[in-house]
């Protein structure tokens, strides 16, 4: 009796776990020289020939073409890692791999499935109550998040400019949008530029557009600028039924091109009577508009996007207006300041100083477009964990020194726990250890000199990570030294690492459809 198609594929028992755990451990090897201050870039090249430069693990596991689901699942995991927190990916992916790779010896120690997934969740437990535990008892201010944005850049893709200065942006940026109620993450924006320096990286108190005035003659700036947004097209009204108009001489075709003329003045003349400085429209504005309205130093922009419209609205509190006759000065916004800048062929159009200015613009500027597209990936990633730490208010120590705490937790608890589900627990704290390993290994020291230099430090002092300063290495505390992390980011890594090796360690049988 065939119950599968001939052209199914099955693999079954411990063909079926060695295969999904052999792919979960490549995933997870091929991110791991990217950790820490001293970790490598990968070099990424498409089908198409497009190459991406990169140390960040999402950005690695999402270029990368994968195909087996063991090993899509392990990018599932950074994947989620970087939705919910923006940093830790290249963390959580590791953690997942030595997950799986301590159950293959556990597998060949004849411990059931079953026993390794339970210890797992039970010693991840363990895990979430050793970060709470090292989270500092402190008010995080912007000294500490400046810390929390420096840590999070260092060893990541800067340019030019010191990761100092972009974490003053960053926390300048989260300062502006935070309030009462919390921290307002999607009113940060990323504008990139090609051209210029990095280090010309700036903050914008308002927003910025990749849009040109839509005639060249008009203002460059304006200041104290009434703002007013349409969604009308401005031009030659058509009409709603088709119709064929019969001109047998020229005076007909003046008569005609007079009144269309006189249209298109009626409608440039409503707006500036309007007392608008500068317009912004969704649909099109005729070019005879354009030319009418920078007569009368009106500064105009159309075809923009919905959602340019939406946030310019947000910025200076002006409404979108759908007809012209309801074109008011009660529907304006106001703004500090207009104004455009040319970059190579680009043109930006800074709206800055908005009546309700909720918005803030990271301007990132680059020599090539691979240095902009890093260090863009670098700065969202700084923003969210910053964001994460204003928000939530709870810091950990970095440098592998929570990892450490959270891997002798581990190990003292384990003594109370009875049968084989202790060596499960025991091997999710080695699984843990590996972090602190890499950062040795990708620093050049000693793996095993330095984790035992590190545990007799945190059994000494409560707290032990391995500092890394260009060429000045040690032991030591890394709250002392600035390098702090979210509490977020750790217990994002541990619970989705663990549930991606817990599901994949459970799968004895693979069934495949060709």
């Given at each position: 009796m065939f119950i599968l198609s001939e052209d199914s594929e099955r693999t079954s028992g411990e063909d079926a776990q060695q295969s999904n755990i052999t792919a979960g451990k490549?995933?997870?090897?091929?991110?791991?020289?990217?950790?820490g201050p001293?970790?490598?870039?990968?070099?990424?090249?498409?089908?198409?020939?497009?190459?991406?430069i990169t140390n960040d693990g999402a950005t690695i596991l999402d270029e990368m073409d994968i195909e087996h689901p063991a090993a899509d699942m392990i990018v599932d995991v950074a994947q989620t890692q970087e939705?919910?927190?923006?940093d830790g990916t290249t963390t959580a992916a590791i953690i997942a791999g030595q997950l799986l790779a301590q159950a293959e010896n556990l597998f060949e120690d004849d411990v059931h499935a079953t026993t390794v997934v339970e210890g797992y969740h039970e010693a991840a437990e363990l895990a979430h109550d050793a970060v709470d535990e090292m989270t500092l008892d402190v008010d995080v201010d912007d000294e500490l998040l400046i810390n929390?944005?420096?840590?999070?850049?260092?060893g990541k893709g800067t340019g030019g400019v010191t990761a100092e200065s972009l974490a003053q942006t960053v926390v300048g940026a989260v300062s502006h949008i935070s309030s009462d109620e919390g921290v307002e993450r999607d009113n940060i924006t990323l504008q990139t530029q090609v051209g210029g320096s990095s280090s010309e990286t700036e903050l914008i108190q308002g927003i910025a557009l990749d849009e040109e005035a839509v005639h060249e003659t008009m203002p460059d700036a304006v200041e104290n600028a009434d703002i007013g947004l349409l969604d009308v097209e401005l031009g030659v009204q058509a009409g709603d039924v088709d119709a064929e108009y019969s001109i047998e001489n020229i005076d007909q075709l003046n008569a005609a091109m007079d009144a269309e003329e006189s249209e298109l003045k009626e409608t440039a003349q409503s707006i500036v009577d309007s007392g608008v400085d500068v317009l912004f429209n969704s649909e099109e504005i005729d070019d005879r508009v354009a030319s009418l309205l920078a007569n009368e130093g009106v500064l105009a922009f159309d075809s923009l996007s919905d959602s340019d419209i939406r946030g310019i609205a947000s910025a200076t509190g002006a409404r979108r207006v759908g007809a012209l006759e309801d074109f008011e000065s009660e529907e304006f916004g106001h703004a500090d300041s207009i104004r455009t800048e040319a970059f190579a062929d680009d043109e930006l159009v800074f709206i800055e100083g908005g009546a309700a200015a909720e918005s803030v613009t990271v301007l990132v500027r680059g020599g090539t477009e691979h240095v902009v597209d890093e260090l863009e990936r670098t700065l969202r990633d700084a923003v969210d964990v910053v964001s994460s730490a204003a928000e939530t208010g709870s810091i950990v120590p970095g440098a592998g020194a929570t990892e450490i705490a959270i891997a002798a937790h581990i190990r003292s608890e384990a003594a109370g726990i009875s049968g084989r589900k202790q060596l499960a627990v025991e091997a999710f704290a080695d699984a843990i250890d590996?972090?602190?390993?890499?950062?040795?290994?990708?620093?050049?020291l000693d793996a095993i000199d330095s984790l035992v230099e590190l545990r007799g430090d945190h059994d000494d002092n409560g707290r032990a990570g391995l500092i890394v300063d260009g060429q000045f290495r040690e032991v030591g505390d890394p709250v002392e030294h600035g390098v702090v992390d979210p509490a977020a980011v750790k217990h994002e890594a541990i619970e989705s690492a663990t549930e991606a090796a817990t599901m994949i360690a459970r799968i004895d049988d693979v069934i495949a459809a060709e």
């Open positions: 490549a995933i997870s090897e091929a991110v791991r020289t990217t950790l001293r970790g490598m870039d990968k070099m990424l090249v498409s089908d198409a020939g497009d190459v991406v939705d919910e927190i923006g929390v944005a420096e840590s999070s850049m260092t590996t972090v602190p390993r890499t950062l040795a290994e990708n620093a050049g």
